[in-house]
């Protein structure tokens, strides 16, 4: 992705943008899970890693890695439930 020549803080947003997909699949999912059950949600956050993993396998794009990172946030609270 030539991280070397992008500024600090585009690199420090990776980081970011997976933690902003946990809290909001935290604030979503568990009472979600609740309401309708745990297989749906934990179905959904297994969707979202594979699309995660196989977009960050392919990407070149420092754009399109805060979105697979984005998901991959999202996938953590479906992994937990």
Do not use: Q
């Not at 070397?4 to 933690?19: D, T």
């Not at 902003?20 to 297994?46: E, M, S, T």
């Not at 990172?69 to 996938?75: A, K, N, R």
């Amino acid at each position: 992705m030539n991280l070397l020549c992008e500024p600090n803080y585009k690199i420090g947003l990776l980081g970011s943008f997976y933690f902003i997909g946990v809290v909001v699949a935290i604030l979503i999912l568990p009472p979600l899970a609740d309401r309708i059950g745990r297989k749906w949600p934990v179905f959904i956050g297994n969707i979202f890693l594979i699309i995660s993993m196989v977009g960050l396998l392919f990407t070149h794009n420092i754009y399109e890695a805060y979105v697979y990172l984005l998901f991959d946030g999202i996938s953590f609270a479906g992994k937990v439930i």
